[in-house]
């Protein structure tokens, strides 16, 4: 079969035009990880939904956005969070450069958790908004994507690992590795080619 | 001085149909039993010839079927009293007049611009309100007034102007005592100029002094002896409602009306409202009260409504509603909040304060809280539900996630990454705790917070995550 043609010689000859995926823009909100933000195609977080998929609750998963949540309540700016699994240690975040007077919680019931992310969402008076709803199905997740879209908020997700095999609407999917040691793996990433290899947290105490 | 008048023709008409629709002929009528007279119509019923002083029967006669209500007196003054509410921001001398308001305005134009911007304002602000009114602007309030009984948007702005201005007024449009209104187009009197400039003497022995004080008001030349409104200290506003409501969605309407009319007054007042109540009456049993209590003091027509709304939406009516009240005693000063000049966020942004009342409304009032950290060393006390200051900076390890109360830890033995730490305190309160803390890693890889009796470093019990 003489059909059979070499892909670079077409290339090369600037026969066929190639698509290339609409530029993102850069990094407005650095996710405050140097290694996180160079594998990011935005260089930080996207100003939509962000999921963050974990083994178990304590391997790290607020230290990857503390620092963001500090950059912003520093900046005197709104950071919600809504139905935490655990009470916000004041002290401990208060370490991270976190300030409080600028955390707002929000105690919601399962079923209210994902109406009240996306009414946080939507207002466009939050900076960043956390969430660890009990349930969401894709269709749930599509309406925050949308709400943080409007609002240009962050939006965060905290899920269990199981869910990493259904697909997902958010804009970016993290994956947290608690063993043998801390790292990130980007699972989706929107605008850019998911990176192959994970990225590796060095967890401070304080 | 310059008084500008709010004449309000149809004020007690207009009040009925605030709190229904405007379909079909209605009148308002007055009067014994046996001679009752209309006193009101509305355009439909005129249409049909229905006029203003017919008696009741005659009006039957000329037309089958329209809706007859009883005048209430009260009501229309309590219209009114509302309406110097609404005028009351645009002047803090505000009086009272038979169907109008008069208010002193030589000193708010330096705030609210020349007198047309000005009446276009109060135009604006009265028929958002559905209230129909004339205006008039003169240098006395009862030459305002006059004025504005003769013809609506008169304006008579400088004293020289007054008299030629009121020269060719009927006598009987001029409210001037009965007696006199009767008498003077007897004797060839008709005009106001006429009257005007007839002697004093020959008058007062005539008429008495009434008649000279009312026409010294009305010139100038004795002050207005008006009793200036004061705005009430309560907001309390009452309906009937035209048939019972046995579903909440027929409330929404009157809600709506209800909760504007309180950010008018609220408004006028320059107060907010942190606390109302709406009371839904029942015909046989105490009303049913829905408190609507705010973080901070409010007042913005749209965010009342919302919340009012969502409060009304999560009772249950114990039977069909009558009527509606809204009453609100706590009106404290209202700061309204500032917004910086560099604000990044999108110009649609809806303020914080309102997300939050939102949220409450629906999660209930505790359900939005910020933490603060007090000075007890104790982790269980250490912080509580209130906005505190920047606390000192702890320079032990803590974690970023604190359990409700401490947990055991299960499994294998955890990798001690730090510590002890000695928390050895409480004595005063009989809450004593004496632990060491370490912060330690378990078999699945979480960094966790955990003490364990002084120097045993067994029976781990988990108080958090370094998450």
Redesign the interface.
């Known amino acids: 079969m003489s059909a059979v043609v070499a892909l670079t010689g077409l290339f090369d000859a600037q026969q066929i035009w190639r698509g290339r995926a609409a530029p993102v823009p850069a990094g407005e909100q650095p996710t405050g990880w140097a290694a996180l933000d160079a594998v990011l195609p935005a260089g930080g977080w996207p100003a939509a939904l962000s999921e963050i998929l974990l083994p178990a609750d304590g391997v790290g998963e607020l230290q990857l956005v503390l620092p963001t949540l500090a950059r912003l309540t520093q900046g005197a700016r709104t950071v919600v969070v809504v139905a935490p699994p655990y009470v916000p240690c004041v002290a401990g975040w208060r370490q991270h450069g976190v300030d409080m007077r600028h955390v707002e919680i929000v105690h919601a019931d399962s079923q209210d958790v994902l109406w009240a992310m996306e009414q946080c969402l939507r207002s466009a008076s939050c900076a960043a908004v956390l969430a660890w709803p009990q349930q969401a199905d894709d269709h749930a997740l599509r309406r925050l994507q949308v709400a943080a879209d409007s609002g240009h908020a962050l939006a965060f997700v905290f899920r269990a690992r199981r869910h990493l095999t259904q697909a997902s609407p958010a804009a970016l999917r993290l994956e947290l590795e608690a063993l043998p040691q801390t790292r990130v793996w980007v699972r989706k990433c929107r605008g850019g080619a998911v990176p192959a290899q994970p990225v590796a947290l060095g967890r401070a105490l304080h | 001085m310059l008084w500008a008048c709010v004449l309000l023709p149809h004020l007690a008409l207009d009040g009925v149909l605030r709190h229904r629709p405007d379909d079909g002929p209605l009148v308002l009528v007055a009067g014994s039993a046996n001679a009752r007279t209309l006193v009101a119509v509305n355009t439909a019923a005129r249409e049909a010839g229905l006029r203003v002083g017919q008696r009741l029967i005659a009006a039957q006669a000329l037309l089958a079927h329209f809706e007859v209500l009883p005048y209430d007196k009260a009501a229309t003054e309590r219209w009114q009293r509302f309406l110097a509410a609404v005028a009351y921001r645009y002047s803090s001398e505000v009086s009272l007049l038979p169907h109008a308001l008069v208010l002193e305005i030589s000193r708010s134009m330096g705030l609210f611009g020349p007198w047309p911007r000005l009446a276009a304002m109060l135009r604006v602000d009265f028929d958002a309100l559905g209230f129909r009114q004339r205006i008039a602007v003169a240098p006395t309030a009862h030459a305002a007034w006059v004025l504005a009984g003769i013809g609506d948007g008169q304006a008579v702005l400088t004293n020289a102007a007054l008299r030629p201005a009121l020269q060719r007024v009927s006598v009987r449009k001029s409210h001037l005592p009965d007696a006199a209104t009767e008498a003077l187009p007897g004797m060839g009197i008709r005009t106001l100029g006429q009257l005007l400039s007839l002697p004093r003497d020959g008058l007062r022995r005539r008429f008495g002094t009434e008649l000279l004080t009312v026409l010294d008001r009305l010139i100038g030349d004795q002050p207005a002896g008006l009793v200036a409104w004061r705005p009430p200290d309560t907001f309390d506003l009452r309906i009937e409602l035209t048939h019972e409501v046995e579903n909440l969605g027929a409330l929404i309407f009157p809600l709506r009306r209800m909760t504007s009319d309180l950010a008018v007054y609220l408004a006028g007042r320059d107060g907010g409202v942190q606390r109302f109540v709406l009371q839904l009456e029942h015909r046989d049993r105490p009303p049913t009260a829905v408190v609507v209590g705010l973080l901070a003091p409010e007042r913005d027509a749209g965010m009342l409504f919302e919340l009012a709304r969502g409060r009304l939406e999560q009772i249950r009516l114990p039977g069909p509603v009558l009527g509606m009240r809204l009453l609100a005693r706590d009106l404290p000063p209202f700061v309204p909040a500032g917004r910086d000049l560099f604000d990044?966020?999108?110009a649609?942004?809806?303020?914080?304060e309102?997300?939050?009342e939102?949220?409450r409304a629906?999660?209930?009032d505790?359900?939005?809280?910020?933490?603060?950290?007090t000075t007890d060393p104790r982790?269980e006390l250490?912080?509580t539900v209130a906005?505190?200051?920047?606390?000192t900076?702890?320079r032990h390890?803590?974690?970023?996630?604190?359990?409700?109360r401490p947990l055991p830890l299960r499994g294998a033995p955890p990798r001690i990454?730090?510590g002890p730490e000695r928390l050895e305190t409480g004595w005063w309160d009989g809450g004593e705790v004496c632990r060491d803390y370490y912060?330690i890693e378990?078999s699945?890889?979480?960094?966790?917070w955990a003490f364990c009796a002084p120097g045993e470093q067994s029976g781990w019990m988990l108080h958090?995550?370094?998450?």
Do not use: K
């Open positions: 990044e966020r999108p649609h942004a809806l303020p914080i309102q997300l939050r939102r949220l629906r999660l209930g505790q359900a939005v809280y910020q933490l603060g950290s982790p250490a912080q906005a505190g200051a920047d606390a900076h702890e390890p803590r974690p970023s996630w604190l359990f409700a990454l730090a912060v378990t699945l890889g979480q960094r966790a958090g995550w370094f998450a």
